[in-house]
């Protein structure tokens, strides 16, 4: 039996071009990568991401120094394991610290296997629709010349991140529809920033245009404006994803109908572990499975491997523009002509990394102590 030999954290922070969304400062998102080596040669790679406005925050960088020594010396193919032993070595929880351990081990295990993730977790299909998730842009002008690009480059569904101030973004929003609401499927993401009011105004207009979806005008707790909304307007709604990350209480809400579908990010909420479960949740009340996925590939890596097991996830999210998020691969995920995007060929979860790349942008790293060494 193969053990887990080494548990070693790099902490990556390239020098791109910063993007930024709810008129927020331009962000800072630190890349975690997480790399378990077994006994038998083996290396399974990782990663969780953090955002500061000014400056990279380390904290969950930090904490799988905490996590990662309780590992050592395990048995790296018994991963539900693993991700229950997590839960218990640190309160709080730290979810994606967690989740980098997790879809390390599951890239291991895939890898050994001789098989792309998707097809080790049960494979549903080999490709899945796309949308571009873009940016916060300065002017109207500027999202009818990223939507035309956009088009241009496969896209046949785009899910607009705005300035977050309802009638600006809805003026916004009708003018690109107006132009290209005939060919392409849209959805606006509010990130949690609008009151009450103004998410009736533009969650009836979105109604009107035929967006395909409303997300998050508010956090996932509030639960009483949620279900508020549902009584005025009548398009889908779709909660943010990252408020609420423990298992229990993601199942609590959801089962009580808030929104019109399930949302996680998988880097950030418990790993590949959790994110099968939260799958699981969602097709047994009959929702759709919709992943953030917003984020650097080693990111959308993971994500894609569970949409293509899922056979109610929808959409794929690829955020835009791609040059923001590909520092360090080779081989990124990209929308093809039919908008839509596969994994990576290969192995696990089978992107081709650049260490060189990512060595000349790291920031911090180290390897996690054994239990034993403490």
């Known amino acids: 039996m193969a053990t887990i030999e080494r548990v070693h954290v790099i902490g990556v922070g390239p020098d791109i071009p910063r993007t930024t969304w709810a008129s927020m400062p331009p962000q800072f998102m630190l890349m975690t990568i997480v790399q378990v080596f077994d006994s038998d040669g083996g290396v399974g790679v990782g990663c969780t991401q953090s955002y500061g406005s ?7 960088f930090e904490s799988i120094r905490t996590l990662g020594q309780y590992i050592i010396g395990k048995d790296p193919s018994n991963i539900e394991a693993r991700w229950r032993d997590l839960h218990t070595y640190i309160t709080p929880t730290a979810p994606g610290a967690i989740a980098a351990i997790d879809i390390a081990l599951w890239d291991l295990a895939a890898k050994k296997a001789r098989l792309p993730l998707y097809k080790m977790l049960g494979g549903s299909r080999d490709s899945i629709p796309a949308y571009a ?28 991140h705005a300035w977050n101030v309802p009638e600006k973004d809805l003026e916004m929003l009708t003018t690109v529809h107006k132009k290209f609401g005939d060919t392409v499927t849209f959805m606006h993401d509010a990130e949690n920033r609008y009151d009450f009011n103004g998410a009736v105004k533009v969650g009836r207009a979105l109604e009107e245009m035929g ?11 509030d639960l009483a404006s ?15 994803g990252l408020w609420l990350m423990d298992l229990q209480e993601i199942y609590h809400h959801v089962s009580r109908f808030p929104w019109d579908a399930v949302r996680f990010d998988a880097s950030m909420s418990g ?34 491997h569970v949409g293509l097991a899922s056979p109610v996830s929808s959409y794929f999210e690829l955020p835009i523009p791609y040059d923001a998020y590909e520092y360090g691969i080779v ?44």
């Open 133 to 160: 998730s873009t940016a916060e842009l300065e002017t109207t002008a500027d999202y009818l010349d990223h939507v035309e690009e956009m088009i241009a480059d496969g896209f046949t569904a785009i899910k607009f």
């Open 211 to 221: 967006f395909r979806w409303f997300e998050a005008p508010f956090r996932d707790y």
């Open 271 to 304: 790993g590949i572990t959790q994110a099968r479960k939260m799958v699981a949740i969602a097709e047994a009340l009959g929702l759709p499975a919709e992943q953030q996925s917003w984020g650097y590939s080693l990111i959308q890596g993971a994500a894609i």
């Open 331 to 374: 081989n990124p995920i990209r929308c093809d002509e039919n908008g839509e995007v596969r994994a990576p060929d290969g192995h696990g979860i089978g992107l081709e990394i650049d260490w060189d790349a990512m060595k000349r942008a790291t920031l911090a790293e180290y390897d996690c102590k054994s239990v034993d060494d403490l």
């Open 226 to 240: 949620y279900f508020r909304l549902r009584e005025r307007i009548k398009i889908p709604i779709v909660p943010h």
């Open 54 to 60: 000014g400056e990279y925050d380390f904290a969950t």
